[in-house]
């Protein structure tokens, strides 16, 4: 007599996209196992508590700066759906640009009118092109175009110089001239000034996922890292794949699953996952990432004027690109009266910036930041942290879209899941929670598991 077994998955990876594939599948009332290597569920979004003498710890701050958008409606749904909607804050704080040694606010019609930095006809040809990035509905007139050549044929060089230029080549470095025109569009069309942020941070919702997939009876794997996956046994009898992992005290094992789902960006899947065509891994294990670093500041009083809460640094001779002082947003009371400041890079994953310690880069970073804010002193810093992370930033080129992976991928029972599908976007929490939803769909028709 033979019974159905219901199909066991193996997603790999524990941020946004992997929890919520997760949850997903165990609401199905799937057997579900997630890896994730770190100890803290949430990727780029993962927190920590700066605050820890606070009842219960205080809230989480995320490690790399994050806020919602009105137009992130995928993961605004699933904090609703968490029970969290009450704690999310909803504000237009001050975006601002330094330039020439100034704070100047044109990143609003009024603000860009206002900027005298340009000239009057400058400034309104480059608020018609931002309205029509706006207007426009999808990124297809872009296509084939980089982000440079065609922001400055339709901006002008003075408006992209002053404003875009610098914007690109803090974050992008060498490949500043590579980036795709989708890529910048999609900054400007999908964005609100309005923005979002989870008050006890945004680690709350991925412990909450994490503590629901576990009611529904699926597995969380903290703290554990997946060494390969491979597909094993005869198709004709049902082939299934073993999962070789490892947690960080130096136990290890293998497990057994019908299906693995692969959340991890794809370079790295494709080191893991064994047995790949080669003909897939030519095409899809392509493209270069940045990784993202922050140093993260307390201080004892406020620190940028107007009450910025995020400053471009235009400017050249900084060794960060963005400073974004998140209690000028939220309040510096949740924090214990800590004034919470991030400066924060995108580098090549190689830059000497991520190995160095927090000591050294304070040491670089601090008279810098004197020089942002003349009235600055270093005795203003109660505590620090740094933070790196790799794989944080694609480099979307014109070839991008051509080598994205299909969620289906090239071995059976295998599924695909990676920012690289998000195109013309490059990454963000609400993308991959839709992601998560759509793929959750689509492997609802995935063959069942074999017989036993």
């Known amino acids: 007599m033979t019974t159905a077994r219901r199909t066991h998955t193996a997603v790999l990876g524990g941020g946004a996209l992997g929890l919520t594939l997760a949850l997903r599948l165990a609401q199905r009332g799937e057997p579900v196992t997630l890896f994730e290597r770190e100890h803290e569920p949430g990727g780029l979004a993962a ?28 993961i605004l749904a699933l904090i609703e759906e968490m ?13 601002m640009v330094l330039w020439q040694g100034k704070f100047w606010q044109p990143y609003s019609a009024a603000g860009l009118l206002r900027f005298p ?8 040809r480059m608020g018609a092109v931002l309205a029509f990035l706006k207007a426009c509905p999808n990124e297809r007139p872009f296509e084939g175009h ?43 069309h999908c964005r609100s000034f309005s923005l979002g942020y989870l008050d006890p941070g945004h680690q709350a919702l991925y412990d909450r996922m994490v503590a629901e997939i576990t009611r529904l009876g699926g597995t969380v794997r903290l703290g554990t890292a997946v060494d390969e996956a491979r597909l094993v046994g005869e198709a004709s009898a049902g082939s299934r794949w073993s999962v070789a992992w490892r947690d960080g005290t130096g136990v290890t094992g293998t497990s057994r699953f019908d299906r693995v789902a692969s959340t991890l960006p794809v ?3 494709a080191r893991i996952i064994k047995g790949l065509p080669s003909e897939w891994v030519a095409r899809h294990d392509w493209g270069d990432a940045f990784g993202a670093h922050c140093l993260v500041l307390a201080l004892d009083k406020p620190l940028l004027p107007h009450g910025a809460y995020w400053l471009n640094v235009n400017d050249p001779g900084y060794p960060f690109l963005v ?47 004197a020089r942002v804010v003349p009235g600055f002193d270093t005795s203003w ?72």
């Open 83 to 95: 029970g969290l909607s009450p704690q999310v804050r909803w504000d237009s704080p001050k975006n």
């Open 47 to 74: 927190g920590f508590r700066p605050a820890p003498e606070l009842p219960g710890g205080g809230p989480y701050l995320d490690r790399f700066y994050h806020h919602l958008f009105r137009s992130d409606t995928a």
């Open 381 to 452: 810093v109660r505590e620090s942290w740094m933070f790196g992370a790799p794989y944080a930033q694609p480099i979307v080129t014109r070839e991008y879209a051509a080598r994205i992976p299909p969620r289906r991928g090239p071995l059976p029972g295998l599924w695909i899941g990676s920012m690289f599908q998000v195109y013309p976007q490059d990454r963000g929490q609400n993308y991959s929670v839709a992601l998560a939803n759509r793929l959750a769909i689509e492997m609802a028709t995935d063959a069942p598991g074999r017989q036993a």
């Open 323 to 369: 400073v974004v002082e998140h209690t000028n947003y939220a309040p510096a009371s949740m924090y214990g009266g800590r004034h919470l400041v991030y400066l924060g890079n995108y580098h090549p994953m190689d830059h000497p910036l991520f190995g160095r310690d927090i000591d050294s880069v304070k040491a670089e970073f601090l008279p810098a930041l």
């Open 146 to 188: 980089t982000a440079a050549q065609w922001l400055r044929r339709a901006m002008g060089a003075r408006g992209f110089g002053i404003l875009w230029e610098p914007l690109l080549r803090a974050k992008f470095g060498a490949r500043a001239d590579d980036i795709a025109m989708s890529w910048f569009w999609s900054r400007i």
């Open 267 to 269: 370079r790295v899947g």
């Open 117 to 124: 930095p340009l000239p009057l006809i400058d400034r309104v």
